[in-house]
């Protein structure tokens, strides 16, 4: 076993033992214990901004953009950002021991199915220092443990935060090791945890199309991936042409960056001649790149030709691209074919064409009349957010708390045997 | 890329088409499909024990035991009965298209989460040929397609049952790829629909230890694991004795074959002299073979020693561990550690000791004063069963249709967008 193995090997096993304990606390203990861990966030600030400040000199002295350097840099009110998210997970609905169905047999047995935790969540990511603190307080919440590992530009910031989140376990009995931060960030911590069976419940990769690879090509353990979303509007023959080009604008343009941006934009024939025209000057005015099939072009002379990979491409960025379709059964048919089955709208006055397209596209959120952007936990009303899942098991679209959790049967009798 | 993983892929992809036209087919086609099979296995009866004879002819000339030959072994009246199992599937009520929830946001949103087939489901079993047209049925049920690769000796049996639910489905003018049964058992099947990410939506490995590792560490998509099944029951100071008896009986005898019977007993101390001689005496009248801590065998001369070994172990057969115990801590620290959080019981009058039991025991299901027998799919209400999961995430304890299911979020609107 080699040396980094052994040392994760330690920390998730110590890890689990602490997911046990904060399984079997009460809700009150873990509420207590988010609230003790955002005040000693605030009353860390000047230890975490020192050790932010490692990171971006660091960061610098590697050359990362000044995008890349803003996004791992904290001041006094993102920090209080994160203590005050920390404190509104406190305050969520507790899911664990919540019973979701009950029922008796003829024999009389009582059958009860509770919710429990998933144990220990093994959570890897690569984006801002935000997002240790986000994952140990809903895995808390949820009654679990968990085992961070995060982009090596932010480690420093991570520790610092980490140990503040572990000042609130203590504060209220819990084990420090139920929320672990890996203290190193080498490629071969993820298969090493993926390789803990028995002691890892669950891996979830937030990040990149190389980190979700590495995760799935390793874990032995259950992973629910964070991966693409390559999201459409389809702008039906029947659609509000207002409505369909605000939509669009927001899918597009008001945070390019999200998973649940949209890519393409698919437009009936029929109305693409009065259309068309109209949002190609509205996303210039944005600019935002158009990539456009032939059709698309006559109308916006503007569009750089779409290739075949521009259809399958997550672009992140203010780039769009759009073509003309024939009707409901193509725009179905480029969906289904080329999109991530993550988010995709319709935009259409008619009900049966709508009910049609809910039915027919095969992705975690449909949308009719409204932007692919609320794709959200937040947005959805489940409060907080772990991501969302693009696979189909246990978790599909917004996780929330819920989704943390798995559950029991308890099964009461008097006696009964089977016959 | 080799030639079976070619083939596979090629059957593989044929099914995921099919599983799309199953899934957008109505509950009143897979229903009528499903009694159209049952109708065609009737009617192919010939056809289909003349297979079976084939499989079995082959089975005595590689010297299988008696008990082996005898699972593999069909008759008319076991062949009405997989066909009238697969009746009873196509009258259980469908889950696809369920709402589970529905609720409307501030903006206006109004989300619905509804109920959608998983895809396409790989189920890799060993066991009798029943399986074939079961797992086929459940599946088409749930609006799913399925690849099957199921066990040598069966395979003959195997190919004539899936030719007959392939007239049922054409009947309706479903695809017969809807249930494929791969017309080769080679080992590298395993790794091979193990390695079908985007096309293959699960597998789910039905068998024992060896073929459970192989499908977990090859499988590059999400596996639903059936695996051992290592049951306690623990009889505290305060049981009714009697019951404990007959409930230890039961667990372990009635079928020591199946995962959810009993492997070990804990009994505590204080009623260790009243209560060991009379369960020794009756589990020797049903020829259980007794292995025993040092003051079980004080108790019960004739036990053999239980090693370290042996308490955790699936014996799948008439031996059972016996352990005298301090009480219910030590019970629960038993069960905890050499346990498989399957299934576990305990027997007592007094409550209190039974919810913190089944607080703590961290199992798929947990049992006060009835049989660890009972975790099954026809036994919950579920109507028939997948199997029995062992694992924590979209699916644990008895596995019905609903868990073949996933959901999509429906999100209407009248032109909301993200601000």
Redesign the interface.
């Known amino acids: 076993m080699s040396e980094l193995l052994t040392t994760v090997t330690a920390l998730a096993v110590a890890a689990k033992k602490a997911a ?1 304990e904060v ?2 606390a009460s809700s009150e203990k873990r509420t207590q214990a988010l609230l003790a861990a955002a005040q000693a966030i605030r009353a860390d600030a000047e230890k975490i901004l020192a050790a932010n400040a490692q990171d971006l000199a660091a960061a610098r002295l590697k050359g990362l953009t000044e995008a890349m350097v803003d996004r791992l840099r904290l001041d006094g009110s993102r920090l209080e950002a994160i203590a005050s998210a920390c404190e509104d997970v406190a305050r969520l609905p507790d899911p664990v021991g919540e019973i979701t169905e009950s ?1 008796s ?1 003829p024999n009389g ?1 009582k ?1 009860v199915r509770r919710r ?1 935790p ?2 220990l969540v093994a959570i890897i990511f690569e984006s801002r220092p935000n997002v240790t603190i986000d994952a140990a307080a809903l895995c808390l919440k949820s009654g679990n443990a968990c085992i961070l590992r995060g982009g090596s530009e932010a480690l420093q910031t991570n520790l610092a935060l980490a140990q503040s989140f572990s000042t609130g376990l203590k504060a209220l009995g819990l084990p420090a090791a139920a929320a672990t931060l890996l203290p190193f960030t080498d490629r071969e911590a993820v298969p090493a945890l993926g390789s803990l ?1 028995g002691i890892v ?2 891996i979830i990769p937030r990040g990149g199309p190389g980190l979700i690879e590495a995760v ?2 390793s874990a ?1 353990v ?3 991936k964070h991966d693409a979303g390559i999201c459409h509007v389809y702008v039906h023959a029947q659609a ?1 042409l207002k ?1 369909a080009q ?2 669009i ?3 597009k343009c ?1 945070r390019p960056s999200a998973c649940n941006a949209a890519e393409t934009v698919l437009v009936d024939a029929a109305i693409a001649p009065q259309f068309l025209p109209q949002l190609g000057t509205a996303l210039l005015a944005k600019n935002t790149e158009i990539r456009g099939c032939p059709i698309t072009r006559q109308y916006i002379p503007s569009a750089r030709v779409a290739t075949e990979q521009d259809w399958q491409t997550e672009h992140l960025a203010l780039i769009l691209n759009v073509k003309v379709v024939s009707g409901l059964d193509e725009a179905i048919k480029h969906i ?1 074919s080329l999109g991530s089955h993550h988010s995709d709208a319709i935009i259409t006055a008619d009900e049966n064409v ?1 009910r049609t397209f ?3 596209i ?10 692919t ?3 959200d936990g937040g ?3 489940f409060g907080a957010e772990v991501g969302i899942s693009t ?4 978790a ?3 996780m929330g708390l819920r989704e943390l959790t ?13 016959s």
């Open positions: 046990r399984a079997l029922w047999r047995l059958i429990v998933l144990g069976r419940d669950i799935v090509q032995r259950p992973v629910i509000d409505m605000e939509i604008l927001n899918a008001q289904e709508a809910l039915a027919q095969d992705s975690a959120c449909v949308y009719w009349n409204a932007s952007r609320f794709t947005e959805f009303g696979d189909r098991l246990h599909r679209g917004p798995t559950w029991k049967f308890e099964v009461i009798g008097t006696g009964q045997i089977r």
